[in-house]
């Protein structure tokens, strides 16, 4: 497996509120809590641990409201590596594991009173997607892999199903040959997020894509013992989500279109392009699995039969030819403000891999 980032390389210092972590962690597991809010939660929560003892704080009865509002000070004061500070959703969304464990803490009577119970947190802005890809500049950036070499011809299959699908990060990475139907030019993705399963459609050219790699580079990479793994590191496992981010990123950097983005930034773009083509936002919806949307109709469920077929008609990359976009609808002022609070539900998923 490629070598992942280590969450722990700063240790939790040996102390109350490093056990009381360890406890709550076993306690999600228990509760069958989805692998990424497991590792959000620790991630999160483990930076308030090392910050309080830095500040001499190291048992959750000596926190107190004021304590919670001067870490919310520093998370606004922070600057990150290329000297930016977080966006107001990110600060958000590291307060929100903080806030859940001490209301667990009081549940399990670790502590008598709840500190965060009317904490103010920071307001959420609206936005657009940062960035998004128009059909021409997709194809520049699946153009940099060089399909000669067996990890080239991964990376254009793996650019080639972001780009169809929409899938996230965790979804590809966790894909396995038996959830491919390349016949019915489907994939079934299971425990995504929420741990909910669901089935899309997937285009022909991915699926050529697909095959090709599978023939040509795959046998090359695998190890024994294979787990049947799709998309395979060099090391002959499955990728790590942060790898793969990485891998996406730098040919998006390659094509020099003037954009930073990465897996999501495709999962933005498939959105954009089939509500373009003229998608109903429902379909859009299914395949991006989301149950429901806070600026959308609420979720109908589709046939992946009808969804195949909106998938084909509304996506530029869907088939092995060419066609022209579907035409839109000129009377849809209601349906462009659905659009956007799709597009805007998108980025703030984005924020929560961060």
């Known amino acids: 497996m490629a070598r992942a980032k280590n969450i722990h390389s700063k240790p939790l210092p040996s102390n109350q509120m490093a056990a009381l972590l360890t406890e709550f962690i076993e306690w999600m597991h228990v509760s069958n809590a989805a692998e990424y809010t497991v590792y959000h939660r620790r991630t999160c929560i483990a930076r308030f641990i090392r910050w309080a003892y830095e500040h001499g704080i190291a048992d959750p009865i000596e926190v107190t409201r004021p304590v919670l509002v001067n870490y919310q000070r520093y998370l606004y004061y922070y600057r990150q590596k290329n000297g930016e500070p977080l966006t107001f959703r ?9 806030k859940s464990w001490f209301r667990w803490l009081v549940r399990n009577n670790h502590i008598l009173h709840n500190p965060a119970s009317d904490l103010d947190m920071p307001r959420i802005e609206q936005r657009l997607p940062r960035a998004v890809l128009s059909e021409t500049e997709a194809e520049t950036v699946m153009l940099q892999t060089d399909i000669r070499e067996p990890l080239g011809l991964r990376d254009r299959a ?59 580079a795959r046998p090359q990479l695998a190890s024994d013992p294979d787990d049947g793994t799709v998309f395979l590191s060099v090391e002959g496992g499955p990728f790590h989500p942060d790898r793969l981010s990485t891998l996406v990123r730098e040919y998006v950097e390659q094509a020099n279109l003037g954009k930073k983005g990465a897996c999501h930034m495709f999962r933005h773009t498939m959105a954009t392009l089939m509500l373009e083509g003229g998608a109903d936002i429902r379909y859009i919806q299914q395949m991006l699995g989301h149950s429901n949307l806070e600026s959308t109709q609420v979720y109908t469920q589709v ?52």
Do not use: C
């Open 158 to 216: 793996i650019l080639e199903t972001f780009y169809s699908t929409g899938i996230r990060r965790t979804e590809l990475v966790n894909l396995k040959l038996y959830n491919l139907d390349r016949e019915r030019g489907t994939i079934s993705i299971w425990q995504g997020k929420g741990k909910k399963d669901r089935i899309i459609p997937i285009g022909e050219r991915a699926v050529a894509w697909i095959d090709k790699y599978l023939r040509e």
């Open 303 to 354: 046939s992946i039969r009808n969804l195949k077929q909106i998938h084909s008609a509304t996506h530029p990359g869907a088939t092995l030819e060419k066609k022209l976009p579907a035409a839109t609808n000129p009377e849809a002022q209601e349906e462009a403000q659905q659009k956007a609070g799709l597009l805007a539900a998108l980025d703030a998923e984005d924020d929560e891999n961060q």
């Open 90 to 98: 990110t600060q958000y969304s590291r307060m929100v594991p903080v």
